[in-house]
T-cell receptor
Framework: GNSVTQMEGPVTLSEEAFLTINCTYTATGYPSLFWYVQYPGEGLQLLLKATKADDKGSNKGFEATYRKETTSFHLEKGSVQVSDSAVYFC????????????FGKGITLSVRP | SAVISQKPSRDICQRGTSLTIQCQVDSQVTMMFWYRQQPGQSLTLIATANQGSEATYESGFVIDKFPISRPNLTFSTLTVSNMSPEDSSIYLCSTSEGNTGELFFGEGSRLTVL
């Protein structure tokens, strides 16, 4: 079955530090990959996505590249801000109209001033 | 993108009672999904609700515990029945739009069972 593995957290960084959050996946087909973010007290929001190999998703300074050869979709940001403090979930959705979204465990990022 | 409203946003419930969570979407959607997010955990799919048919439940979830209604293309309810403290979670409604695979989520309903 499908699965998503995220690096263990939490992660604490200083403002303007470089961020990498690792995500690897296992899928039987050709999934779409997503990063969702959950800010304190809010619901999940899509941060970025990639639908095929070598695609790069980007949003709000965050980037992730769909790497089929390493089955990875690592999230990066060159300079984090305090407002980036949130929980980040990596997810995949396999092909097919009825396919469901499979989430990783999520990782909490805290950015200190 | 779909806008999803859930209520209640939070509630404190007594053991043995049941609570119904409502989910309203601002557009007609085919599939609606109900997820559970237990404290410190990821999201787990409870069931998929299609209009006009029985909900499809994931392994570990049963209709008697989590009955779902889907009376039309913009609305769904999830009931958490005979609650115990282990049911304390955030319950999220979501739907997808088009063929992008992206899911949109409501803000969630945070239930605390005493």
């Amino acid at each position: 079955g499908n699965s998503v593995t995220q690096m263990e957290g939490p992660v604490t960084l200083s403002e303007e530090a470089f961020l990498t959050i690792n995500c690897t996946y296992t899928a039987t087909g050709y999934p779409s990959l997503f990063w969702y973010v959950q800010y304190p007290g809010e619901g999940l929001q899509l941060l970025l996505k990639a639908t095929k190999a070598d695609d790069k998703g980007s949003n709000k300074g965050f980037e992730a590249t769909y790497r089929k050869e390493t089955t990875s979709f690592h999230l990066e940001k060159g300079s984090v801000q305090v407002s980036d403090s949130a929980v980040y979930f990596c997810a995949l959705r396999d092909t097919g109209a009825n396919s469901k979204l499979t989430f990783g465990k999520g990782i909490t990022l805290s950015v200190r001033p | 993108s779909a806008v999803i409203s859930q209520k209640p946003s939070r509630d404190i419930c007594q053991r043995g009672t049941s609570l119904t969570i409502q989910c309203q979407v601002d557009s007609q959607v085919t599939m609606m999904f109900w997820y559970r997010q237990q404290p410190g955990q990821s999201l787990t799919l409870i069931a998929t609700a299609n209009q006009g048919s029985e909900a499809t439940y994931e392994s570990g979830f049963v209709i008697d515990k989590f009955p779902i209604s889907r009376p039309n293309l913009t609305f769904s309810t999830l009931t958490v029945s005979n609650m115990s403290p282990e049911d304390s979670s955030i319950y999220l409604c979501s739907t997808s739009e088009g063929n992008t695979g992206e899911l949109f989520f409501g803000e969630g309903s945070r239930l605390t069972v005493l």
